[in-house]
């Protein structure tokens, strides 16, 4: 792909990374793609952002066939950005993480011809022709950028990842062809339990909240007309149509919206709109100075602790501490002793310190914080002669620390870290942590690696070197795998003759066999796939262009308003399509 060479990515994120087959997409898929842009450069040269059109071909969207991601991460170059393909769902952290790189995951999987106007499931129509067009817009893309920058510091609770889990199982279910009603009320029911669990609304939830009324579902005011922007408009060719009426309310974006929820299975009561994107910036930097990762101190530390997941704590010398914090002191606004349980990894810009790794730091860490009463001074700025001469810390004896808090820790001092003239851990054998009866640290525990730092400057999601936490308490069992292919869902000798339409469409109308190969394919259509209506279209589609057949169109045009008129679904796909010849 291009020059992007995938050993750059973190293993994490390239555990996602796949390759596109190219040649798993069927001529349904191709059929189905082409419908869907052809009804959406006709609606959207109208109703989208203006940039639209242009960011189509400026970002390597063809009209006629499903695009090559590695073209689009070529034309994406120009703006910045880059494209990697992935398959289905990934989790929200790391699918921010690729934006905060400036890389767009494109999902490879073309939804089925059942699921044409929308399909929950990540797609490439969602994320190639919704998002990739108006990344060519320099504003909006700083926008996203900035989005994936912010979010990637965002706090996941615990019942976020369940309901993750469970959104995901379930637009999957759904997607696929071999489902069964059970699979999907199971999956339903799995969701809704998920759901129901919910405590709070967490920092993730509130940038996925405006996420979803910016980039996904958001419109743009310009002299009091509405245009779409959001990739999930733009790639529904259904609700986007709908959207623009005057019975779904516009509301001005702004911080508010992260009180509005949403349902992904379900058309937007409301919509948001904003009258440029420097607004959305504007939006995004007000929730950033909300959010703990600017905060820290007492408030960032309660917000980890009620998320219940592994989130980082970054300390005023620059140690960085991660884990999931299960406990925190504090006297006078002020925490004097961090507690982590499980995994924890102890980091300084963003990079793990040697041996001190969740694999070795694995039941989990705690360390007291603040000032030392005996010298007054911070833990980070004690010297080694302080420690030798004037705490008593000398090889094989024990020395004490006592901080002003009241904590004293007092055992035998045998390892310095240190960056430049800052202390960043201390360790100690045969050591007591305790603060008045209170004991934190015993010396049948093993080593006591002491955090130096006094204040908590700030917290935010995840781990500091989330490339090294994952490598030692995450085994990498996943493989690059293809996209999914329709063609199990697809009857084969339907394929051909969609196949057939394609080959149709690009030969000369003048060779002597080119009518009869279009009449013996309407006839296989006729008497084999009574239902299939977008095949008849594309052939309605032919006949007119090239002014042929006048008989045999009317004939599949009877056909295809007979269709419609067992479904009001396909029959408003069937007007569109009609609509555009």
């Given at each position: 792909?291009?020059?992007?060479?995938?050993?750059?990515?973190?293993?994490?994120?390239?555990?996602?990374?796949?390759?596109?087959?190219?040649?798993?997409?069927?001529?349904?898929?191709?059929a189905?793609?082409?419908?869907?842009?052809?009804?959406?450069?006709d609606?959207?040269?109208?109703?989208?952002?203006?940039?639209?059109?242009?960011?189509?071909?400026?970002?390597?969207?063809?009209?006629?066939?499903?695009?090559?991601?590695?073209?689009?991460?070529?034309?994406?170059?120009?703006?910045?950005?880059?494209?990697?393909?992935i398959?289905?769902?990934?989790?929200p952290?790391?699918?921010l993480?690729?934006?905060?790189l400036?890389?767009?995951?494109?999902?490879?999987?073309?939804?089925q011809?059942?699921?044409?106007?929308?399909?929950?499931?990540?797609?490439?129509?969602h994320?190639?022709?919704?998002?990739?067009?108006?990344?060519?817009?320099?504003?909006?893309?700083?926008?996203?950028h900035?989005?994936?920058?912010?979010?990637?510091?965002?706090?996941?609770?615990?019942?976020?990842?369940?309901?993750?889990?469970?959104?995901?199982n379930?637009s999957?279910?759904?997607?696929?062809?071999?489902?069964?009603?059970?699979?999907?009320?199971?999956a339903?029911?799995?969701?809704?339990?998920?759901?129901?669990?919910v405590?709070?609304v967490?920092?993730?939830?509130q940038?996925?909240?405006?996420?979803?009324?910016?980039?996904?579902?958001?419109?743009?005011?310009?002299?009091?007309?509405?245009?779409?922007?959001?990739?999930?408009?733009?790639?529904?060719?259904?609700?986007?149509?709908n959207?623009?009426?005057?019975?779904?309310p516009?509301?001005?974006?702004?911080?508010d919206?992260?009180?509005?929820?949403?349902?992904?299975?379900?058309?937007?009561?409301?919509?948001?709109?904003?009258?440029?994107?420097?607004?959305?910036?504007?939006?995004i930097d007000?929730?950033a100075?909300?959010?703990?990762?600017?905060?820290?101190?007492?408030?960032?530390?309660?917000?980890?602790?009620?998320?219940q997941?592994?989130?980082?704590?970054?300390?005023?010398?620059?140690?960085?501490?991660?884990?999931?914090?299960?406990a925190?002191?504090?006297?006078?606004?002020?925490?004097?002793?961090?507690q982590?349980?499980?995994?924890?990894?102890?980091?300084r810009?963003?990079k793990?310190?040697?041996?001190?790794?969740?694999?070795?730091?694995?039941?989990?860490?705690?360390?007291?914080l603040?000032?030392?009463?005996?010298?007054?001074?911070?833990?980070?700025?004690?010297?080694?002669?302080?420690?030798?001469?004037?705490?008593?810390?000398r090889?094989?004896?024990?020395?004490?620390?006592?901080?002003?808090?009241?904590?004293?820790?007092?055992?035998?001092?045998?390892?310095?870290?240190?960056?430049?003239?800052?202390m960043?851990?201390?360790?100690?054998?045969?050591?007591?942590?305790?603060?008045?009866?209170?004991?934190?640290?015993?010396?049948?525990?093993?080593?006591?690696?002491?955090?130096c730092?006094t204040?908590?400057?700030?917290?935010?999601?995840?781990?500091?070197?989330?490339?090294?936490?994952?490598k030692?308490?995450?085994?990498?069992?996943?493989?690059?795998t293809?996209?999914?292919?329709?063609?199990?869902?697809?009857?084969?000798?339907?394929?051909?003759?969609?196949?057939s339409l394609?080959?149709?469409?690009?030969?000369?109308?003048?060779?002597?066999?080119?009518?009869?190969?279009?009449?013996?394919l309407?006839h296989?259509?006729?008497?084999?796939?009574?239902?299939?209506?977008?095949?008849?279209?594309?052939?309605?589609?032919?006949?007119?262009?090239?002014?042929?057949?006048?008989?045999?169109?009317?004939?599949?045009?009877?056909?295809?308003?007979?269709?419609?008129r067992?479904?009001?679904?396909?029959?408003t796909?069937?007007?569109r399509?009609?609509?555009?010849?």
């Amino acid at each position: 792909m291009g020059h992007l060479d995938y050993g750059d990515l973190p293993e994490y994120l390239k555990q996602h990374v796949t390759l596109q087959h190219y040649d798993l997409y069927t001529a349904i898929d191709h059929a189905a793609w082409r419908y869907i842009m052809r009804i959406s450069r006709d609606f959207f040269s109208q109703h989208a952002h203006p940039i639209y059109v242009d960011g189509l071909k400026a970002t390597g969207i063809s009209i006629n066939s499903i695009p090559r991601i590695e073209e689009m991460d070529e034309k994406l170059q120009q703006f910045g950005w880059r494209a990697v393909p992935i398959t289905g769902f990934i989790p929200p952290a790391e699918f921010l993480e690729f934006l905060s790189l400036s890389i767009l995951p494109i999902a490879c999987d073309m939804r089925q011809l059942e699921n044409l106007d929308y399909t929950p499931t990540p797609d490439i129509v969602h994320e190639a022709a919704g998002h990739a067009p108006i990344i060519a817009d320099p504003t909006y893309a700083s926008y996203l950028h900035k989005f994936g920058e912010i979010a990637r510091n965002a706090i996941f609770a615990k019942e976020d990842l369940e309901v993750y889990e469970a959104v995901r199982n379930l637009s999957e279910v759904k997607e696929s062809p071999k489902a069964k009603e059970e699979d999907i009320v199971a999956a339903q029911n799995q969701l809704d339990q998920a759901l129901d669990r919910v405590t709070y609304v967490s920092e993730a939830s509130q940038l996925s909240r405006l996420g979803w009324w910016s980039t996904e579902y958001g419109l743009l005011k310009q002299q009091n007309e509405f245009f779409i922007y959001g990739a999930g408009l733009l790639s529904s060719v259904g609700e986007s149509y709908n959207c623009l009426s005057e019975s779904v309310p516009k509301i001005p974006l702004t911080l508010d919206c992260i009180g509005q929820d949403f349902d992904i299975t379900k058309p937007q009561p409301q919509l948001f709109y904003s009258e440029s994107f420097q607004e959305l910036e504007n939006v995004i930097d007000e929730l950033a100075d909300s959010m703990a990762f600017r905060k820290g101190g007492l408030y960032g530390l309660s917000v980890a602790k009620k998320a219940q997941t592994v989130t980082t704590c970054e300390l005023d010398s620059g140690l960085q501490i991660s884990g999931v914090l299960s406990a925190f002191h504090h006297k006078d606004d002020q925490p004097y002793y961090l507690q982590f349980t499980g995994p924890t990894q102890l980091s300084r810009e963003h990079k793990q310190i040697p041996s001190q790794g969740p694999s070795y730091h694995i039941h989990g860490y705690g360390t007291p914080l603040g000032p030392i009463e005996q010298l007054q001074v911070k833990p980070q700025d004690l010297t080694p002669i302080q420690l030798h001469d004037q705490l008593g810390f000398r090889p094989g004896q024990k020395g004490t620390l006592r901080f002003s808090s009241g904590v004293e820790v007092r055992g035998e001092l045998i390892g310095t870290m240190q960056e430049g003239e800052k202390m960043l851990v201390l360790t100690f054998k045969d050591c007591t942590v305790q603060r008045g009866d209170q004991v934190f640290f015993q010396p049948e525990w093993g080593l006591f690696d002491m955090g130096c730092g006094t204040d908590v400057v700030s917290v935010f999601g995840g781990a500091a070197d989330r490339s090294a936490y994952f490598k030692e308490t995450t085994p990498y069992l996943r493989k690059p795998t293809p996209h999914r292919s329709n063609a199990v869902a697809q009857d084969s000798l339907l394929v051909e003759l969609y196949q057939s339409l394609r080959d149709l469409r690009e030969a000369p109308q003048a060779s002597k066999d080119w009518a009869t190969r279009v009449i013996e394919l309407a006839h296989s259509l006729q008497t084999k796939f009574p239902a299939d209506w977008l095949l008849r279209l594309e052939v309605i589609d032919l006949l007119k262009n090239q002014k042929a057949l006048p008989e045999l169109e009317q004939s599949l045009l009877n056909e295809l308003l007979e269709i419609g008129r067992g479904s009001k679904k396909i029959q408003t796909l069937i007007e569109r399509g009609l609509k555009i010849l």
